[in-house]
């Protein structure tokens, strides 16, 4: 299992007041890479864990995971877990395992090969049945069309539009691991869906806790009265 622990310093994500106090927090989020084979899942990671490209990988056996720490806001660190899944893998047993605990998926298909946009509907279909939130929502999903420094390529940009918005996958980036395209802005757009997701989930909760607090008054209030 690789690991790449990288610290990358002031987030881009959403800013905390230096003098307001608050509880230091750390968070863990998975993230999933999945595509087909070739598409460029491993120099995604690659990239974004380490900062480098190289032209000749060795293939992915199961799935590796690299990390790299975000500072979210002067509160929150985010240690981003990204699971590359081997592209062989797909619609196995064994990609339930990986998914599991998963809060954010990214798929890869490689522009210049239209085949691996057309299993994109395929990757979609077998997250969905295997994975959701523990509040039964969907995980988020951002779908990076990789390799665009190859010129002349083949799929178009409405399709991928047209395809997103049919499919309710929130957002997609054009991107290339070789010249460094955005992939920090689409892994920066999932950790914003999966900490929308974070506060759904703790308000969900905290509204849950509230609930039950007042059930309880009105049941102290019902002893009283019978006392
Ligand atoms: N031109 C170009 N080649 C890429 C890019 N990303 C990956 N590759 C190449 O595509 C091949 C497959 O990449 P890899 O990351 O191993 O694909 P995976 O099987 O999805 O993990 C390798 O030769 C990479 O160097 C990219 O953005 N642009
Ligand atoms: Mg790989």
Redesign the pocket.
């Known amino acids: 299992m690789l690991l790449n622990n990288n610290f990358s310093g002031p987030s881009p994500g959403r800013k905390g007041s230096s003098t307001e106090r608050c509880v230091p927090k750390e968070i863990l989020f998975k993230f999933l890479v999945i ?1 087909d ?7 995604v990671v690659r990239r974004y864990t380490d900062g480098r490209f ?4 060795k293939i ?1 056996i199961g799935a590796d995971f690299s990390m790299r720490t975000l500072q979210w806001d002067d509160c929150t660190k985010i240690n981003l877990q990204l699971w ?1 899944i081997a ?1 062989h893998e797909r619609f196995g047993c064994m990609t339930r395992v990986y998914y599991k605990y998963a809060v954010g998926a990214a798929i ?1 298909f490689d522009l210049s090969r239209t085949a691996t946009f057309q299993s994109v509907r395929k990757w979609l279909k077998d997250l969905r049945e295997k994975l959701t939130l523990a509040d039964g929502e969907p995980v988020p999903v951002v779908l990076l069309a ?2 665009c ?2 010129p002349g390529y083949s799929v178009q940009t409405e399709a991928v539009n047209r395809f997103c918005k049919e499919q309710g996958i929130q957002g997609w980036f054009l991107t ?3 010249n460094n395209v955005n992939i920090d802005k689409a892994v920066q757009f999932l950790v914003e869906r999966a900490m929308e997701c974070r506060h759904r989930e703790i308000r969900r909760e905290s509204d849950a806790i509230l609930l039950n607090a007042e059930g309880c008054e009105d049941n102290a209030e019902k002893v009283d009265i019978c006392c």
């Open positions: 595509g084979y070739g598409v460029g899942k491993t120099a190289s032209s000749n990988y992915t590359d592209g890869v990789n390799k420094d190859i290339s691991a070789k």
